[in-house]
């Protein structure tokens, strides 16, 4: 290590009790321990070493891998003094501050001149300057000076070899089986769904035709028809005959009291030119007389005077209405057409004094005949 040994005599300064006190100055040391903490250490009127880092490196050539560090540079354009090295040699070397700044000057003009004579200076661990046509070259030592790399050495790895495949004779041959193409797995799922969803519509047109009177007799149709699990129940009634009467107006108002249906007859003369028609109720109930003849359908006066009605079905068209109108009467209800509201012909299963009672029957048609039907209340 090429260093300066510096003799400094206390007994000029009365600050010191010795009166002679050789120190010995050892700049390079200074300079080595300040670039751990420091980017940058400048020898004024020399130059300056600059630490810059470096990343992790591979070399191929070793198979090694070097820790981070720092890299040393040497630029001679530093030559200004920025205090940093004469502070540090003044509180190790406990010298004044010119004292330890004329001790690097004397540093300095000793690097000069032996780089001249021997164009080579090594400052142990920093690296080795050398003179060349005139220019100062420097080569930095191993040394890393990246406190955060401390304790990392430098690692040996081993390449990996890539793996031969055996090839013996008695190696059994594996054949790979056929891929299925992604194509053929998704089309019997998407097939599937396909038949599943076209399988209802099917069934429904079938049963439509079937089991409504949609496209034969829309007076009998029903909109309730069309929802397939519901199941009609058998009519349980008696068919009544129809016979025709040469009145132009015919009432009932007797109380039938006999138990026995087929234990009371009536005849009446067959005239096909009549214009009403007779019903035989099960029940002695208020009966309806119905007009065929005209042009409007009108009700007994005892019906009109009801509040509620069980409203059976709206018909535009009249004849429609008078078909719907005859079926009920047919089955024996107590139908009657109770007006035109909004172009429709409403009609009327039966009427009742209250609402509760309305419901009941409601429910009552529908479950014992198959009817559906709205409560209407009259103004």
């Not at 069934?203 to 069309?226: E, G, M």
């Amino acid at each position: 290590m090429f260093s300066l040994n510096f003799f400094y005599c206390s007994s000029i300064n009365s600050n010191f009790n010795c009166s002679i006190c050789r120190v010995l100055i050892n700049v390079s040391k200074h300079i080595y321990d300040l670039l751990f903490d420091h980017d940058c250490v400048i020898i004024p009127n020399f130059g300056g070493f600059v630490a810059n880092y470096a990343s992790s490196k591979y070399d191929s050539l070793t198979n090694t891998i070097t820790p981070p560090k720092k890299h040393l540079l040497f630029n001679k354009n530093l030559i200004n003094n920025d205090g940093l090295l004469a502070h540090r040699v003044s509180s190790a070397e406990g010298l004044p501050y010119d004292k330890a700044l004329s001790a690097i000057e004397d540093f300095s003009v000793k690097l000069i001149k032996k780089l001249n004579s021997e164009k080579r200076v090594e400052l142990l661990g920093i690296g080795i300057l050398f003179l060349a046509q005139g220019q100062y070259r420097f080569k930095s030592d191993e040394t890393n000076f990246l406190i955060s790399s401390f304790g990392l050495p430098v690692l040996s790895v081993v390449p990996l070899q890539p793996i031969s495949k055996p090839t013996g004779k008695d190696q059994t041959p594996i054949i790979p089986l056929k891929e299925k193409s992604q194509q053929n797995q998704k089309t019997p799922k998407r097939y599937w769904w396909v038949a599943a969803a076209l399988l209802p519509i099917f069934f429904y047109t079938a049963w439509i035709p079937l089991k409504t009177n949609l496209f034969t007799d829309h007076s009998k149709f029903h909109y309730s028809d069309l929802n397939p699990f519901t199941f009609s129940k058998k009519n349980n009634y008696y068919k009544n005959n129809l016979v025709f009467c040469n009145n132009s107006q015919f009432s009932v108002d007797q109380k039938w009291e006999a138990k026995n249906l087929e234990a009371f007859y009536q005849k009446y003369p067959l005239d096909e030119q009549a214009s009403f028609v007779v019903v035989r109720l099960k029940e002695p109930a208020v009966t309806t007389f119905v007009d065929v003849s005209g042009d409007v359908i009108v009700a007994d006066n005892s019906v009109k005077k009801q509040r509620y009605y069980l409203v059976g079905g709206c018909f535009k068209k009249k004849s429609n209405a008078e078909g719907f109108l005859q079926s009920l009467l047919e089955k024996g209800f107590p139908a009657s057409l109770i007006d035109k509201h909004k172009g429709l012909h409403r009609i009327g299963i039966s009427g009742f004094d209250s609402r509760k009672q309305a419901k009941l029957a409601r429910k009552k048609i529908l479950k014992e005949h198959g009817i559906s039907s709205w409560v209407l209340k009259l103004k």
